[in-house]
Protein backbone atom coordinates (compact mmCIF):
# COMPACT_ATOMS: atom_id res chain seq x y z
CA UNK A 1 0.00 0.00 0.00
CA UNK A 2 2.12 3.10 1.13
CA UNK A 3 5.41 3.29 2.14
CA UNK A 4 4.85 5.32 5.40
CA UNK A 5 8.56 6.06 6.17
CA UNK A 6 8.86 8.16 2.94
CA UNK A 7 5.64 9.91 3.76
CA UNK A 8 7.04 10.75 7.00
CA UNK A 9 10.34 11.88 6.09
CA UNK A 10 8.70 14.49 3.10
CA UNK A 11 6.65 15.96 5.84
CA UNK A 12 9.78 16.40 7.79
CA UNK A 13 7.83 14.08 11.29
CA UNK A 14 10.92 12.26 13.07
CA UNK A 15 10.42 8.92 14.98
CA UNK A 16 11.05 10.92 18.40
CA UNK A 17 8.16 13.29 18.80
CA UNK A 18 9.11 16.31 21.29
CA UNK A 19 6.42 17.06 23.57
CA UNK A 20 6.16 19.87 22.27
CA UNK A 21 6.63 22.58 19.19
CA UNK A 22 7.06 26.12 18.85
CA UNK A 23 8.01 26.64 15.37
CA UNK A 24 9.96 24.96 12.94
CA UNK A 25 12.85 24.67 15.73
CA UNK A 26 12.23 21.95 17.90
CA UNK A 27 11.97 21.93 21.59
CA UNK A 28 15.11 20.17 23.46
CA UNK A 29 14.20 18.07 25.89
CA UNK A 30 15.40 14.32 27.21
CA UNK A 31 13.88 11.73 25.20
CA UNK A 32 12.14 8.70 26.69
CA UNK A 33 9.53 7.66 24.65
CA UNK A 34 6.84 6.61 26.96
CA UNK A 35 4.27 6.88 24.82
CA UNK A 36 3.48 5.78 21.31
CA UNK A 37 1.42 6.16 18.28
CA UNK A 38 -0.06 3.11 16.98
CA UNK A 39 -1.36 2.40 13.32
CA UNK A 40 -5.24 0.78 14.07
CA UNK A 41 -4.43 -0.15 10.65
CA UNK A 42 -1.74 -2.72 11.27
CA UNK A 43 -0.72 -2.38 14.78
CA UNK A 44 2.84 -0.89 14.01
CA UNK A 45 4.02 1.71 16.05
CA UNK A 46 4.39 5.25 13.76
CA UNK A 47 6.42 7.56 16.42
CA UNK A 48 7.14 7.45 20.10
CA UNK A 49 6.97 10.68 22.65
CA UNK A 50 6.93 12.50 25.85
CA UNK A 51 3.69 14.18 27.12
CA UNK A 52 4.74 17.41 28.15
CA UNK A 53 5.10 18.32 31.35
CA UNK A 54 4.19 21.52 33.53
CA UNK A 55 7.57 23.04 33.07
CA UNK A 56 8.08 23.66 29.58
CA UNK A 57 3.90 23.95 29.05
CA UNK A 58 4.53 27.55 31.20
CA UNK A 59 7.78 28.06 28.78
CA UNK A 60 5.22 27.15 25.53
CA UNK A 61 2.71 29.63 26.78
CA UNK A 62 5.15 32.30 27.63
CA UNK A 63 6.39 32.03 23.56
CA UNK A 64 2.92 32.45 22.61
CA UNK A 65 2.35 35.53 24.58
CA UNK A 66 5.56 37.33 23.07
CA UNK A 67 4.23 36.24 19.57
CA UNK A 68 1.06 37.75 20.00
CA UNK A 69 2.52 40.99 20.85
CA UNK A 70 3.92 41.28 17.46
CA UNK A 71 1.13 38.76 15.21
CA UNK A 72 -1.85 41.53 16.66
CA UNK A 73 -0.26 44.51 15.30
CA UNK A 74 0.47 43.28 11.57
CA UNK A 75 -2.85 43.75 9.25
CA UNK A 76 -5.45 41.51 9.22
CA UNK A 77 -5.69 41.12 5.31
CA UNK A 78 -1.40 40.38 5.63
CA UNK A 79 -2.61 37.96 7.98
CA UNK A 80 -4.84 36.37 5.66
CA UNK A 81 -1.84 36.22 3.37
CA UNK A 82 0.10 33.99 5.73
CA UNK A 83 -2.67 31.77 5.80
CA UNK A 84 -3.15 31.67 2.32
CA UNK A 85 0.84 30.42 1.68
CA UNK A 86 0.01 27.51 4.73
CA UNK A 87 -3.31 26.63 2.14
CA UNK A 88 -0.74 26.80 -0.49
CA UNK A 89 1.76 24.09 0.97
CA UNK A 90 -1.26 21.96 2.35
CA UNK A 91 -2.28 21.78 -1.05
CA UNK A 92 1.14 20.36 -1.91
CA UNK A 93 1.34 18.14 0.76
CA UNK A 94 -2.14 16.79 0.38
CA UNK A 95 -1.70 13.52 -0.42
CA UNK A 96 1.60 12.60 1.70
CA UNK A 97 -1.03 14.73 4.94
CA UNK A 98 -4.00 12.73 3.70
CA UNK A 99 -2.24 8.96 3.63
CA UNK A 100 -1.11 10.18 7.00
CA UNK A 101 -4.09 10.81 8.19
CA UNK A 102 -5.78 7.64 7.03
CA UNK A 103 -2.54 5.50 8.78
CA UNK A 104 -2.80 6.99 12.21
CA UNK A 105 -5.89 7.56 12.34
CA UNK A 106 -7.36 4.29 10.57
CA UNK A 107 -10.56 6.37 7.84
CA UNK A 108 -10.33 5.95 4.28
CA UNK A 109 -7.97 7.54 2.26
CA UNK A 110 -10.83 9.14 0.14
CA UNK A 111 -11.28 10.48 4.09
CA UNK A 112 -7.96 11.23 5.12
CA UNK A 113 -7.80 13.32 1.70
CA UNK A 114 -11.19 15.13 2.24
CA UNK A 115 -9.96 15.93 5.35
CA UNK A 116 -7.36 17.92 4.54
CA UNK A 117 -9.17 19.40 1.61
CA UNK A 118 -11.31 20.78 4.57
CA UNK A 119 -8.32 22.09 5.99
CA UNK A 120 -7.58 23.90 2.33
CA UNK A 121 -11.39 25.08 2.30
CA UNK A 122 -10.87 27.00 6.01
CA UNK A 123 -7.84 28.44 4.68
CA UNK A 124 -9.79 30.03 1.47
CA UNK A 125 -12.37 30.88 3.66
CA UNK A 126 -10.38 33.11 6.12
CA UNK A 127 -8.28 34.22 3.81
CA UNK A 128 -11.31 36.17 2.56
CA UNK A 129 -12.51 36.71 5.46
CA UNK A 130 -9.26 39.04 6.83
CA UNK A 131 -10.82 41.81 4.64
CA UNK A 132 -13.99 41.42 6.05
CA UNK A 133 -14.19 41.40 10.16
CA UNK A 134 -16.46 44.26 10.06
CA UNK A 135 -18.13 45.65 12.68
CA UNK A 136 -21.26 47.97 12.51
CA UNK A 137 -21.71 51.53 12.44
CA UNK A 138 -24.91 52.85 14.50
CA UNK A 139 -26.11 56.69 14.43
CA UNK A 140 -25.95 57.72 17.88
CA UNK A 141 -28.80 59.52 20.19
CA UNK A 142 -26.24 62.46 19.94
CA UNK A 143 -25.78 65.28 17.94
CA UNK A 144 -22.21 65.08 16.56
CA UNK A 145 -21.42 61.90 17.98
CA UNK A 146 -20.20 59.22 16.19
CA UNK A 147 -20.59 55.67 17.30
CA UNK A 148 -19.23 52.35 15.79
CA UNK A 149 -17.67 48.74 17.15
CA UNK A 150 -14.25 47.16 16.21
CA UNK A 151 -13.38 43.38 16.56
CA UNK A 152 -9.83 42.96 18.14
CA UNK A 153 -8.34 39.58 18.84
CA UNK A 154 -8.02 38.07 22.28
CA UNK A 155 -4.86 36.45 22.53
CA UNK A 156 -3.92 32.97 23.23
CA UNK A 157 -6.65 30.83 21.52
CA UNK A 158 -5.84 26.79 23.29
CA UNK A 159 -7.00 24.06 20.83
CA UNK A 160 -8.06 21.18 22.33
CA UNK A 161 -8.88 18.44 19.49
CA UNK A 162 -9.64 14.94 19.10
CA UNK A 163 -8.40 11.70 16.67
CA UNK A 164 -11.37 11.68 14.85
CA UNK A 165 -10.97 14.38 12.61
CA UNK A 166 -6.33 15.21 13.40
CA UNK A 167 -6.12 17.99 11.70
CA UNK A 168 -9.31 19.31 10.07
CA UNK A 169 -10.36 20.68 13.53
CA UNK A 170 -7.32 22.61 14.33
CA UNK A 171 -7.36 24.29 11.12
CA UNK A 172 -11.34 25.43 11.48
CA UNK A 173 -9.95 27.20 14.61
CA UNK A 174 -6.66 28.19 13.45
CA UNK A 175 -7.12 29.38 10.20
CA UNK A 176 -10.37 31.48 11.97
CA UNK A 177 -8.06 32.69 15.28
CA UNK A 178 -4.73 33.53 12.87
CA UNK A 179 -6.63 36.20 10.55
CA UNK A 180 -8.55 37.55 13.86
CA UNK A 181 -5.38 38.09 15.27
CA UNK A 182 -4.76 35.27 17.76
CA UNK A 183 -2.05 33.39 18.15
CA UNK A 184 -2.70 29.30 18.98
CA UNK A 185 -1.75 26.41 21.01
CA UNK A 186 -2.79 23.34 19.96
CA UNK A 187 -2.72 20.29 22.02
CA UNK A 188 -4.11 17.11 19.68
CA UNK A 189 -5.10 14.18 20.88
CA UNK A 190 -2.62 12.34 22.04
CA UNK A 191 -3.91 9.16 19.78
CA UNK A 192 -2.97 11.01 16.79
CA UNK A 193 0.24 13.22 17.78
CA UNK A 194 2.02 12.45 14.10
CA UNK A 195 -0.43 14.31 12.28
CA UNK A 196 -0.15 17.05 14.38
CA UNK A 197 3.62 17.60 14.23
CA UNK A 198 3.32 17.00 10.54
CA UNK A 199 0.73 20.39 10.31
CA UNK A 200 2.82 22.11 13.07
CA UNK A 201 6.12 21.41 10.47
CA UNK A 202 4.33 23.25 8.12
CA UNK A 203 2.87 26.09 9.12
CA UNK A 204 6.08 26.93 11.07
CA UNK A 205 7.86 26.73 7.85
CA UNK A 206 5.81 29.60 6.17
CA UNK A 207 6.10 31.80 9.45
CA UNK A 208 9.87 31.12 8.98
CA UNK A 209 9.77 32.47 5.43
CA UNK A 210 8.03 35.45 6.81
CA UNK A 211 10.06 36.34 8.94
CA UNK A 212 7.33 36.12 11.83
CA UNK A 213 7.53 34.54 15.15
CA UNK A 214 7.36 30.65 15.48
CA UNK A 215 5.12 30.76 18.66
CA UNK A 216 2.13 32.28 16.58
CA UNK A 217 1.73 28.35 16.33
CA UNK A 218 2.46 26.27 18.63
CA UNK A 219 1.84 22.28 19.49
CA UNK A 220 1.79 20.52 22.74
CA UNK A 221 1.76 16.96 23.27
CA UNK A 222 0.13 15.93 26.55
CA UNK A 223 -3.14 14.46 27.75
CA UNK A 224 -6.41 15.11 29.73
CA UNK A 225 -3.31 16.98 32.23
CA UNK A 226 -2.22 19.28 30.00
CA UNK A 227 -5.71 19.98 28.85
CA UNK A 228 -7.04 21.00 32.40
CA UNK A 229 -3.72 22.77 32.55
CA UNK A 230 -5.13 24.86 29.65
CA UNK A 231 -8.58 25.33 30.68
CA UNK A 232 -7.26 27.25 34.27
CA UNK A 233 -5.18 29.25 32.55
CA UNK A 234 -6.20 32.93 32.39
CA UNK A 235 -3.53 33.60 29.90
CA UNK A 236 -5.34 31.43 27.27
CA UNK A 237 -8.36 34.31 26.97
CA UNK A 238 -10.38 31.27 24.79
CA UNK A 239 -10.15 27.56 24.62
CA UNK A 240 -11.67 25.86 21.59
CA UNK A 241 -12.36 22.05 22.63
CA UNK A 242 -13.64 19.28 20.90
CA UNK A 243 -14.40 15.60 21.79
CA UNK A 244 -16.27 13.88 24.21
CA UNK A 245 -19.20 15.30 26.34
CA UNK A 246 -17.64 13.98 29.25
CA UNK A 247 -14.12 16.29 28.75
CA UNK A 248 -16.28 19.44 27.31
CA UNK A 249 -18.20 19.54 30.72
CA UNK A 250 -14.90 19.60 32.28
CA UNK A 251 -13.25 22.13 30.00
CA UNK A 252 -16.42 24.41 30.05
CA UNK A 253 -16.83 24.57 34.02
CA UNK A 254 -12.90 25.48 34.37
CA UNK A 255 -12.48 27.88 31.85
CA UNK A 256 -16.55 28.97 33.17
CA UNK A 257 -14.79 29.55 36.70
CA UNK A 258 -12.54 31.94 35.45
CA UNK A 259 -15.11 33.93 33.22
CA UNK A 260 -12.84 32.27 30.21
CA UNK A 261 -14.33 31.84 26.66
CA UNK A 262 -14.90 28.37 25.76
CA UNK A 263 -15.78 26.92 22.28
CA UNK A 264 -17.53 23.55 22.91
CA UNK A 265 -18.28 21.34 20.35
CA UNK A 266 -19.13 18.09 21.93
CA UNK A 267 -20.80 14.47 20.95
CA UNK A 268 -23.93 14.01 18.70
CA UNK A 269 -26.37 11.66 18.48
CA UNK A 270 -27.58 12.04 15.11
CA UNK A 271 -30.61 10.60 13.31
CA UNK A 272 -32.22 11.07 9.77
CA UNK A 273 -36.05 10.28 9.61
CA UNK A 274 -37.19 8.64 6.56
CA UNK A 275 -40.86 9.57 5.55
CA UNK A 276 -43.09 8.01 3.05
CA UNK A 277 -42.38 10.50 0.85
CA UNK A 278 -38.68 9.66 0.44
CA UNK A 279 -36.91 8.72 -2.07
CA UNK A 280 -35.43 5.72 -0.57
CA UNK A 281 -32.21 5.39 -2.71
CA UNK A 282 -31.01 8.35 -1.31
CA UNK A 283 -32.12 7.38 1.93
CA UNK A 284 -29.99 4.49 1.40
CA UNK A 285 -26.95 6.11 0.62
CA UNK A 286 -27.00 9.10 3.29
CA UNK A 287 -27.97 6.74 5.96
CA UNK A 288 -24.86 4.34 5.56
CA UNK A 289 -22.54 6.60 4.88
CA UNK A 290 -23.17 8.72 7.80
CA UNK A 291 -23.53 5.17 9.61
CA UNK A 292 -20.38 3.35 8.11
CA UNK A 293 -18.22 6.35 7.11
CA UNK A 294 -15.05 6.92 9.42
CA UNK A 295 -16.38 3.73 10.75
CA UNK A 296 -18.76 5.44 12.66
CA UNK A 297 -15.80 7.55 14.40
CA UNK A 298 -17.45 11.27 13.35
CA UNK A 299 -19.11 13.54 15.66
CA UNK A 300 -21.93 13.61 12.85
CA UNK A 301 -22.25 9.56 12.63
CA UNK A 302 -25.79 8.81 11.96
CA UNK A 303 -26.67 6.54 14.85
CA UNK A 304 -30.31 6.45 14.65
CA UNK A 305 -32.98 6.27 11.78
CA UNK A 306 -36.60 6.85 12.24
CA UNK A 307 -38.53 5.28 9.76
CA UNK A 308 -42.08 5.28 8.77
CA UNK A 309 -44.04 2.06 9.53
CA UNK A 310 -45.24 2.42 5.88
CA UNK A 311 -41.96 2.35 4.16
CA UNK A 312 -40.23 0.75 7.44
CA UNK A 313 -39.99 -3.13 6.42
CA UNK A 314 -39.01 -2.41 2.67
CA UNK A 315 -35.87 0.34 3.98
CA UNK A 316 -35.11 -2.46 6.30
CA UNK A 317 -34.26 -4.84 3.32
CA UNK A 318 -32.66 -2.88 1.11
CA UNK A 319 -30.34 -1.44 4.20
CA UNK A 320 -29.39 -4.76 5.38
CA UNK A 321 -28.56 -5.71 1.06
CA UNK A 322 -26.73 -3.02 1.53
CA UNK A 323 -24.67 -3.64 4.23
CA UNK A 324 -23.85 -6.99 3.36
CA UNK A 325 -22.00 -5.40 0.22
CA UNK A 326 -19.38 -3.58 2.65
CA UNK A 327 -15.90 -4.23 2.28
CA UNK A 328 -14.04 -3.69 5.72
CA UNK A 329 -10.13 -3.58 5.40
CA UNK A 330 -7.17 -2.00 5.10
CA UNK A 331 -8.73 1.52 4.72
CA UNK A 332 -5.67 2.82 2.23
CA UNK A 333 -6.80 0.30 -0.27
CA UNK A 334 -9.48 1.72 -2.09
CA UNK A 335 -12.10 -1.10 -2.51
CA UNK A 336 -12.56 -1.60 1.29
CA UNK A 337 -15.52 0.96 2.39
CA UNK A 338 -14.84 0.52 6.55
CA UNK A 339 -11.49 0.70 7.92
CA UNK A 340 -10.76 0.12 11.70
CA UNK A 341 -12.02 1.43 15.05
CA UNK A 342 -9.28 4.16 16.57
CA UNK A 343 -7.55 1.24 19.37
CA UNK A 344 -9.15 -1.84 21.42
CA UNK A 345 -10.70 0.16 23.95
CA UNK A 346 -12.65 1.80 21.30
CA UNK A 347 -13.75 -2.15 20.21
CA UNK A 348 -14.57 -3.00 24.12
CA UNK A 349 -17.09 -0.02 23.92
CA UNK A 350 -18.24 -0.85 20.87
CA UNK A 351 -18.90 -4.66 21.94
CA UNK A 352 -20.35 -3.51 25.47
CA UNK A 353 -22.82 -1.01 23.65
CA UNK A 354 -24.29 -4.09 21.60
CA UNK A 355 -24.46 -6.22 24.68
CA UNK A 356 -26.25 -3.22 26.74
CA UNK A 357 -28.96 -3.00 23.42
CA UNK A 358 -29.33 -6.85 23.54
CA UNK A 359 -29.89 -6.46 27.41
CA UNK A 360 -32.24 -3.57 26.70
CA UNK A 361 -34.25 -5.68 23.99
CA UNK A 362 -32.84 -4.80 20.88
CA UNK A 363 -32.78 -7.11 18.47
CA UNK A 364 -29.76 -7.19 15.57
CA UNK A 365 -30.91 -7.58 11.99
CA UNK A 366 -27.38 -7.05 10.41
CA UNK A 367 -25.02 -8.44 13.46
CA UNK A 368 -21.81 -6.95 14.87
CA UNK A 369 -18.35 -8.28 16.16
CA UNK A 370 -14.60 -7.82 16.47
CA UNK A 371 -13.31 -9.20 12.93
CA UNK A 372 -10.25 -11.82 13.52
CA UNK A 373 -7.73 -13.20 10.77
CA UNK A 374 -4.39 -11.68 9.37
CA UNK A 375 -5.32 -8.47 7.81
CA UNK A 376 -7.20 -7.77 11.43
CA UNK A 377 -4.17 -8.25 13.01
CA UNK A 378 -4.35 -4.88 15.01
CA UNK A 379 -7.63 -5.89 16.42
CA UNK A 380 -9.02 -2.81 15.49
CA UNK A 381 -11.75 -3.81 13.11
CA UNK A 382 -15.73 -4.54 13.69
CA UNK A 383 -18.59 -5.13 11.79
CA UNK A 384 -20.66 -2.37 11.31
CA UNK A 385 -24.11 -3.25 12.53
CA UNK A 386 -27.83 -2.32 12.64
CA UNK A 387 -30.42 -3.01 15.74
CA UNK A 388 -34.57 -2.64 15.55
CA UNK A 389 -34.70 -0.89 18.95
CA UNK A 390 -37.47 1.29 20.89
CA UNK A 391 -36.74 4.95 20.71
CA UNK A 392 -36.64 5.23 25.10
CA UNK A 393 -33.50 2.24 25.22
CA UNK A 394 -30.79 4.18 27.57
CA UNK A 395 -28.14 2.96 25.23
CA UNK A 396 -29.93 4.63 22.13
CA UNK A 397 -29.53 8.28 23.73
CA UNK A 398 -25.90 7.66 24.74
CA UNK A 399 -23.40 8.09 21.87
CA UNK A 400 -21.36 4.95 20.97
CA UNK A 401 -18.36 6.39 18.83
CA UNK A 402 -18.72 3.14 16.35
CA UNK A 403 -20.64 1.99 13.56
CA UNK A 404 -23.98 0.59 15.20
CA UNK A 405 -27.00 1.75 13.61
CA UNK A 406 -30.37 1.86 15.58
CA UNK A 407 -33.69 1.44 13.44
CA UNK A 408 -36.65 3.05 14.82
CA UNK A 409 -40.25 3.36 13.55
CA UNK A 410 -42.68 5.94 13.81
CA UNK A 411 -46.63 6.62 13.06
CA UNK A 412 -46.88 10.09 12.59
CA UNK A 413 -44.65 12.78 11.82
CA UNK A 414 -44.65 15.09 15.16
CA UNK A 415 -43.92 11.89 16.61
CA UNK A 416 -40.85 11.60 14.47
CA UNK A 417 -39.99 14.59 15.45
CA UNK A 418 -39.85 14.28 19.22
CA UNK A 419 -38.37 11.14 19.04
CA UNK A 420 -35.51 13.20 17.03
CA UNK A 421 -35.04 15.21 19.88
CA UNK A 422 -35.73 13.38 23.07
CA UNK A 423 -31.72 12.86 23.32
CA UNK A 424 -29.29 14.73 25.41
CA UNK A 425 -27.49 15.52 22.35
CA UNK A 426 -28.41 18.19 19.51
CA UNK A 427 -25.51 18.04 16.80
CA UNK A 428 -26.91 17.03 13.50
CA UNK A 429 -29.91 15.85 11.64
CA UNK A 430 -31.74 14.92 8.55
CA UNK A 431 -35.05 14.85 6.69
CA UNK A 432 -35.65 12.93 3.60
CA UNK A 433 -38.43 14.02 1.85
CA UNK A 434 -39.94 15.14 -0.74
CA UNK A 435 -42.99 16.58 1.11
CA UNK A 436 -42.71 20.42 1.22
CA UNK A 437 -44.63 20.73 4.64
CA UNK A 438 -42.33 17.98 6.40
CA UNK A 439 -39.64 19.45 4.97
CA UNK A 440 -40.37 23.00 6.06
CA UNK A 441 -41.85 21.55 9.43
CA UNK A 442 -38.24 19.94 10.03
CA UNK A 443 -36.90 23.11 9.93
CA UNK A 444 -38.85 25.70 11.78
CA UNK A 445 -38.92 26.61 15.39
CA UNK A 446 -41.03 22.90 16.38
CA UNK A 447 -38.63 21.37 14.31
CA UNK A 448 -35.19 19.95 14.80
CA UNK A 449 -33.50 21.08 17.89
CA UNK A 450 -30.03 20.60 16.45
CA UNK A 451 -27.06 23.04 15.07
CA UNK A 452 -27.68 21.55 11.77
CA UNK A 453 -30.53 20.43 10.11
CA UNK A 454 -30.74 19.29 6.55
CA UNK A 455 -33.32 17.80 3.90
CA UNK A 456 -32.33 15.36 1.71
CA UNK A 457 -29.08 14.78 2.54
CA UNK A 458 -27.49 12.79 5.91
CA UNK A 459 -26.36 13.79 8.96
CA UNK A 460 -22.49 13.81 8.57
CA UNK A 461 -20.17 15.98 5.56
CA UNK A 462 -21.10 19.83 6.58
CA UNK A 463 -19.07 22.24 4.47
CA UNK A 464 -16.80 24.71 5.75
CA UNK A 465 -19.20 27.41 4.61
CA UNK A 466 -21.69 26.89 7.59
CA UNK A 467 -21.03 27.63 11.20
CA UNK A 468 -20.43 24.12 12.41
CA UNK A 469 -21.53 22.86 16.04
CA UNK A 470 -24.82 22.09 17.96
CA UNK A 471 -26.60 22.30 21.61
CA UNK A 472 -27.65 20.53 24.29
CA UNK A 473 -24.93 18.12 25.57
CA UNK A 474 -23.13 19.06 21.94
CA UNK A 475 -21.77 22.19 24.04
CA UNK A 476 -23.58 25.11 22.11
CA UNK A 477 -20.31 26.01 20.26
CA UNK A 478 -19.83 27.22 16.77
CA UNK A 479 -16.92 26.72 14.44
CA UNK A 480 -16.05 26.82 11.11
CA UNK A 481 -18.10 29.34 8.30
CA UNK A 482 -20.74 32.22 8.93
CA UNK A 483 -20.00 34.25 11.24
CA UNK A 484 -17.95 31.98 13.76
CA UNK A 485 -15.00 34.05 13.70
CA UNK A 486 -16.79 36.38 16.32
CA UNK A 487 -16.07 34.04 19.21
CA UNK A 488 -12.12 34.49 18.34
CA UNK A 489 -12.65 38.44 18.81
CA UNK A 490 -13.73 40.77 21.31
CA UNK A 491 -15.99 43.43 20.64
CA UNK A 492 -15.56 47.10 21.55
CA UNK A 493 -18.06 49.82 21.24
CA UNK A 494 -16.64 53.35 20.51
CA UNK A 495 -18.54 56.35 21.19
CA UNK A 496 -16.77 59.46 19.89
CA UNK A 497 -18.08 62.95 20.18
CA UNK A 498 -16.83 65.96 17.86
CA UNK A 499 -19.07 68.91 19.32
CA UNK A 500 -17.79 70.95 21.69
CA UNK A 501 -20.27 70.28 24.31
CA UNK A 502 -20.79 67.14 26.17
CA UNK A 503 -24.21 65.99 26.61
CA UNK A 504 -25.30 62.81 28.16
CA UNK A 505 -27.52 59.79 26.72
CA UNK A 506 -30.90 59.46 28.01
CA UNK A 507 -31.92 63.11 28.23
CA UNK A 508 -29.77 63.24 31.43
CA UNK A 509 -29.26 66.97 32.21
CA UNK A 510 -25.96 67.77 35.09
CA UNK A 511 -25.39 71.15 34.99
CA UNK A 512 -22.58 72.39 37.57
C1 LIG B 1 -16.19 15.85 13.83
O1 LIG B 1 -16.54 14.68 13.70
O2 LIG B 1 -15.68 16.26 14.91
O3 LIG B 1 -19.52 17.30 9.13
C2 LIG B 1 -16.23 16.86 12.73
C3 LIG B 1 -18.66 16.43 9.14
C4 LIG B 1 -17.22 16.88 9.03
C5 LIG B 1 -16.68 17.29 10.37
C6 LIG B 1 -16.93 16.37 11.50
N1 LIG B 1 -17.15 17.98 8.13
O4 LIG B 1 -18.91 15.25 9.22
Given amino acids: SINIQSILSRLGVDQYLMPFYTGAKHSETKKHGSAQSISPVDGQTIAVFDLIDEEHYNDVVEIAKKAFEQWKFIPAPKRGEIVRQFAERLRESKDDLGALV ?3 MGKSLQEGLGEVQEMIDICDFAVGLSRQLHGLTMHSERPLHRMYE ?10 ISAFNFPVAVWSWNAALA ?22 QNIISEVLEKNGLPAGISCLVIGDRNTGELMSNDTRIPLVSATGSTRMGKAVGAAVGARLGKSILELGGNNAIIITPDSDLNMALIGSIFGA ?8 TSTRRLIIHESVYEAFKE ?4 AYKQLKIGNPLDASNHVGPLIDESAVEMYLSSIEKCIAEGGKFVVDGGKLEGEQYSSGCYVKPCVAEVSADFEIVKHETFAPILYLIKYREFDEAIYIQNNVPQGLSSAVITNNLREAERFLSVSGSDCGIANVNIGTSGAEIGGAFGGEKDT ?3 RESGSDAWKAYMRRQTNTINYSTELPLAQGIKFDL
Fill in 292 to 299: VGTAGQRC
Fill in 318 to 321: KLIN
Fill in 150 to 159: QWHPLGIVGI
Fill in 178 to 199: WVCGNVCIWKPSEKTPVTAVAC
Fill in 102 to 104: SYE
Fill in 475 to 477: GGG
